[in-house]
C-alpha cells in the first residue's frame, strides 16, 4: 500500500524490469525516511509508557513496604 503512494507501477509484478527515475528514488527515499521517524516515535511513547509503569509500580511497592 505504501509503495503504490510513492508510484503506482512500483506495485506491478515482480521480476518485470522496471526503469525508475531520479524522482521516484527520492520520493521511496522519503518514505522510507518517514517511516523511521514513525517507529522511533512509537518506540519512544512504548519507552516511557513503561517507564511510567515501573517508576508507578516501584513508588507503591514501596508504600506497601512503609518506605
Same mark, same amino acid.
Given at each position: 500500500?505504501?509503495?503504490?503512494k510513492?508510484?503506482?507501477?512500483?506495485n506491478e509484478l515482480c @521480476?518485470? %524490469?522496471? *526503469?525508475?527515475s531520479?524522482?521516484?528514488? #527520492?520520493?521511496? *527515499?522519503?518514505t !522510507?525516511? %518517514?517511516?523511521?521517524a514513525?517507529?522511533?516515535?512509537?518506540?519512544?511513547?512504548v519507552?516511557?509508557?513503561?517507564? !511510567?509503569?515501573?517508576?508507578s @509500580? %516501584?513508588?507503591? #511497592?514501596?508504600?506497601?513496604?512503609?518506605i
Amino acid at each position: 500500500m505504501i509503495i503504490t503512494k510513492v508510484h503506482p507501477t512500483l506495485n506491478e509484478l515482480c @521480476g518485470i %524490469s522496471k *526503469n525508475i527515475s531520479d524522482s521516484i528514488l #527520492a520520493k521511496l *527515499n522519503s518514505t !522510507v525516511e %518517514s517511516l523511521k521517524a514513525e517507529k522511533q516515535t512509537q518506540l519512544e511513547k512504548v519507552n516511557f509508557t513503561i517507564n !511510567v509503569v515501573v517508576t508507578s @509500580g %516501584s513508588y507503591y #511497592a514501596n508504600l506497601g513496604n512503609g518506605i
